[in-house]
């Protein structure tokens, strides 16, 4: 009984359960704030293409 109470291998997979865990949010979170930053910069860029392209008089 004393082997299993000092026994710390469980304890060690749990740790590492929580450090993956706290780096797999850490990721998700840095993946959707760039996800969503890069779909602004293209919606930003599709609407000055627009605008230019509205703009732009070919039959002089």
């Known amino acids: 009984m004393k082997k299993f109470w000092m026994d710390e291998g469980g304890a060690v997979a749990t740790e590492y359960a929580i ?20 779909n602004k ?10 605008t230019a392209d509205a703009n732009v008089n070919l039959n002089p």
């Open 19 to 38: 450090v993956v865990t706290l780096i797999a949010l850490v990721i998700v979170a840095g993946v959707a704030l760039f996800g969503t930053n890069l």
């Open 41 to 50: 910069w293209f919606s930003d860029a599709g609407t000055s293409i627009g």
